[in-house]
């Protein structure tokens, strides 16, 4: 059982990837990502079309990865890859009874919650405001719901603060809450209007009157 998973996108958080590998931890990348850091990737995840990969992005792609000592993992099978691995589509089914992949974090944060780390962390995947709507409404409430799965089966999630993950626009994570830093922790008050505490036992339900 691995305690910590590093998934990899190639979003401007990557940068902040520790070089150094955690101790029984594992990085997996997706995409172009293996060229951007400098530590080896133990998995790397491809889910769209290699051959429309390659002719639209990267012309020499299946000669770099084959360079490579890591597993490359796909949707289909590419027998030109030397480590080549089939997503496993049917035992992530089986094991969440639902489908819900419009990401290729998507099929790495289920596959990785499958291997029970103690910790998921994620740098690059940072799904920024204003991209598109598209991209906002349906990619990055994927990835958030992934997430949600992990947390709910006691995995423990790192998010940079630089990331949008898990975050709206111009509002905190606690709706109706002001939140202040008290030491190591947070300090949760209820926001209210006219700054200062309320309560219904003061308040008086006057009976409304039939008009009709």
Not at 95 to 122: H, V
Request: proline share 3%.
């Amino acid at each position: 059982m691995l305690d910590y998973i590093t998934i990899l996108g190639t979003g401007a958080t990557l940068m902040r990837c520790p070089e150094k590998k955690i101790e029984n931890g594992e990085y997996w990348g997706c995409n172009g990502t293996y060229k951007k850091v400098k530590i080896e990737l133990d998995k790397l995840f491809i889910m769209k079309d290699l051959y429309l990969t390659q002719y639209n992005k990267e012309k020499t792609l299946i000669k770099d990865i084959n360079k490579k000592d890591f597993p490359v993992y796909t949707l289909g099978k590419y027998p030109e890859i030397k480590n080549n691995i089939q997503y496993p589509v049917k035992e992530i089914l089986k094991e969440f009874k639902i489908g819900y992949f419009l990401t290729n974090i998507s099929y790495m944060l289920a596959l990785a919650i499958t291997k029970k780390p103690k910790c998921i962390g994620m740098f690059g995947v940072d799904m920024n405001f204003g991209t598109n709507i598209e991209y906002m409404r349906n990619e990055k409430s994927c990835i958030e719901f992934w997430l949600g799965v992990a947390t709910g089966r006691g995995i423990e999630i790192h998010i940079p603060v630089q990331s949008t993950v898990m975050k709206r626009k111009g509002h905190g994570a606690f709706y109706g809450m002001k939140v202040k830093k008290e030491g190591n922790g947070l300090l949760l008050t209820p926001d209210y209007m006219w700054d200062r505490e309320k309560c219904a036992a003061k308040y008086k339900i006057a009976k409304k009157s039939n008009m009709f």
